[in-house]
């Protein structure tokens, strides 16, 4: 099975894609994860994406496109996978179709702008294995470390409140139109995402099941 969420920043897909990787026993392809780590490890193409992620600007498709064709190409992809922040320009979602890949369904998880800047104010990560959580709607059992390998939770560069605003500007422009791209296909589902974390579990769950 082949999925992609979509949805603004902050939606919740991070948080719902690792369940969702697990049930199916599929790759969870995280590009925003990836260049993170392309950034701790001090990477050539680290350096280059910093300089985006860092004003809330999407990094170049030239750039992305190569590193998704690279992971895709991975053993435990053979199974499928869900590609979450990707593909995030009509162009890469045009690579994605030019490599032969053939989506099963693609998942936008909506939320409102104004519910976006107060999740991303408590939302706290942890570096090691991705996992999301909020101080306030999803917080981890002590509130400070990952509740999967104990990591102490941090906060993202790029959760600041100007930095948000300028990543939903990107959104808006850039990754929405994917939208109607994806809508001619007949492979686009919406799920309300200002429900409790569990309903939008349920909702995304019931949304795969029903195509499967
Ligand atoms: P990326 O890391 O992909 O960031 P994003 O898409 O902006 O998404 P987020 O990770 O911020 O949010 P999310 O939807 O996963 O929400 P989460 O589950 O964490 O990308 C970062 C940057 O990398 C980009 O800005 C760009 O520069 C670059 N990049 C990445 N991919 C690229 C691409 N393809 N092309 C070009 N550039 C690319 O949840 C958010 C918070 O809300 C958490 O605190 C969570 O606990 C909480 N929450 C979740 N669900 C709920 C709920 N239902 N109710 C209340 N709170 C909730």
Known sequence: MKLVFLGPPGAGKG?????????????????????????REGTSLGREAQAYMDKGELVPDSVIVGMVKNRIAQEDCKNGF?????????????ALD????????VVSIEVRDEAIVKRM?????????????????????????????????????????EVVLDRLSTYHQQTEPIKSYYKG???????????????VTDAVF?????VQ
């Open 121 to 161: 104010s408590g939302r706290r990560v942890c570096d090691c294995c991705g996992a999301s959580y909020h101080v306030e709607f999803n917080p981890s059992k002590d509130g400070k470390t990952c509740d999967k390998d104990g990591t102490v939770l941090t906060q993202r560069k790029d959760d600041q409140p």
């Open 15 to 39: 948080t719902q894609a690792m369940g969702v990787a697990e049930h199916y026993g599929i790759a969870h392809i995280s590009t925003g994860d990836m260049l993170r780590s392309e950034i």
């Open 98 to 105: 030019q490599m032969g890949v053939r989506i099963d369904l």
């Open 185 to 199: 296909t007949g492979k686009l589902r919406l799920v309300d995402g200002e429900q409790p974390v569990s309903e």
């Open 206 to 210: 019931a949304t795969i099941d029903s």
């Open 82 to 94: 869900l590609l979450d922040g990707f593909p995030r320009t009509v162009p890469q979602a045009e």
